[in-house]
């Protein structure tokens, strides 16, 4: 038996050949080097290949033929072939080009959800879904509470049609409910085994002609090195400056687990993101220390909490610090080398980072044990003090002198340090209104700087605060990251108007936005533009170090997309959008909304509820397509299945019909997977999601439709309930959402959730 768990479903896409498929799109089939090898030779079929994407090509085609079948089969998903990478896979022997054929469309099946079976409970979704859920469910209902085994049907009073089916035990009477298209049991719709006589064969679908070609459609490129693609992606991953999204991370990961510790001359010199440079350090730390990877390590960390992600991410928690995490034993040599790292920082500035993640710190001492290399590392103990509130004359007599024992660092005659930590002095000067002090506090942190740009610019009362305020701006302007500066911009020019809420995304992976009233002054339109005009120039001076083009063509279609500046919790998905952005949904599609799950082997039964709750133009609730209504409106659900056990995990549908929807007065509709029985879906073997464009109204056939996939993503994380995007069915768009909530209780449905 298959054992699966829930950390599947982020091994799934972690191989060099789809890493490559998915951020390059470019395939390096074997350099062709048996050309003239007999294309009649026996080609084998691949273990662990999954056996109905290897059947494009069979021994005895010849590779032009092969290469004209697996193009069909990649054009049935929304790939094709470029003309170098046709060529090259037309020289390959028949055998060879089985291998990269059957490899390469199981990858993009991976990447599209293709790759799972996908069994709805109503087998000929959408027609065989009933007009009236509540009379359906009066049915269950009434066979659940008064069939007896030796009694006629309470249903339909035949004789001899009642059996229970397996594992559940349910009375269900074959002429009341088809075999042929119940996937589940009809009362509870758990999953029944597959060998239960009361499952009958599937009827054959047919699978294509409804579809166009999808929006993103895409060439596959021959690529050359492997090899060196790769250390071209890892390198391009380190330097970048934002914290990476989830699928990137994972990529990381995977590229760093690629690289030979022995040879460290391809490490950049400087890493800009915080939690990159953690995942690297954490991978570079690994037992057993290669040579020169702690003079690596040392010119590569230059802040506290630098030490503080290494030690979370390699005790396998989160880089970005939310939550409180538990610390994996430190080794005694590489104990020695961070409180080395650390002694450098000064105590100061230790004080001064530690302070932000004071209860994580506290269980790194428990680790690293400072007091007992205080005469080694006195910087180091002296922090720990601070942060403890501990007397260091018993911790380290030899230390402990009461006095200045270093710039704004004292200890008093009862053995406590204070430190005068910068934080806590900008934060004064802010609350006193001192600008002069705020400014150049602030000038010593640029990216600080521009965070408190709007608190500054608003405490500035006299033309002197002003110019310190802007002197400092223009000097700092050129050192922060680009996200920083662009969202200074964005935020500052907004200013002199009034709004009426703010809206703040925590940072977390599972958040609930919290909206607050505006109640900050506007600012004057001349501060304003003076503000405007440093940031801008400055991104221009920045856009003018770039190579130049010739000719920049510039898609609209960018238009409707968020800059992704904070991507932390962005979905692992076939298309990655920044939360916010805005996709045209092309006129005349039908939409069909996808999820699909499977239950841990050993865990609880879970039962995901694909919901779509629709609204009219001013957001008034018009109804909800989910298990409690399969038909409302032009919305039609596939039904309601309760459990996912291997191998058929469950499916659930929504096709949605935009021109009847519109008919009944609906404006937006809202898709939100729930957890119903509140398991996150962190703890479930997989579950994913997505959303397919056909071109014609779909009645019968092949529910899954690769080609017509747009998105798919995965559902991840702690959260139970998740909001991945709402449709406009006026403007035809789809607005990318990408909200998990956590919440509490079970029984979830979307229409509590308002
Ligand atoms: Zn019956
Ligand atoms: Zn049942």
Redesign the pocket.
Known sequence: MVVLTSSDTRRRLANPARLLLRRRAMIYPPTPARIGVNPDAAAPVHAGVNPAAAAPVHAGVNPAAGVDLLETDLVDRGWLLGPALRDALVRLDVAELVNVGATLLADCDALLGADRPHVPLFRDFPASTPDDTMAFFVDRILTAWFQTPDQPCVLCDTDDTVAP?NP???LVCRACFDGADFSA?P????RINPDDPFVKPARPRPLRGESAAPERLRVLHLGFDQDADLRAELVGLLARTAALPPADADDLATLLALQPRIDLSWLPARVPGRETKARLLAWLLTDPLPAGALDRAAALVDTATDVLRLLVVRSDGDASLIGRPRLAPVPRPLRRALLGLLDCIGTVRLVDDMRRHRRAWIAVGEKLHPGEYADRYPAVALAFATLRCSDMTTLCPRTAVAGQVAEDVRIDDAGRVTVAVWGHRVESALADGDVATAVSLLAARPGELLRRLDHLLRLAATDEDLAAAFAALTAAAPQVSPAVLLSALGQVRTRTARHRTRVFFPAGRTSTAHVIDDERAVLPSGVVARAVDILQAEALRRAATLRRVDRAVIDTGLDGLVVPFAERTAARALLTLARGSVLPVPHGRYLRLFCHWMQNTDGPRVDLDLSVALYSEAWEHIGTCDYTSLRVAGAVHSGDLTSAPPPLGASEFVDLDINALAVAGVRYAVMVVLSYNNVAFTDMAEAFAGLMLRSAPPKRGEVFDALAVEQRFDLTGPGKVTMPFVVDLAEETMRWMDVTARVTGTNHAVHRHH
């Open positions: 089916v559940c035990g349910h049991c009362i509870c719709h758990r």
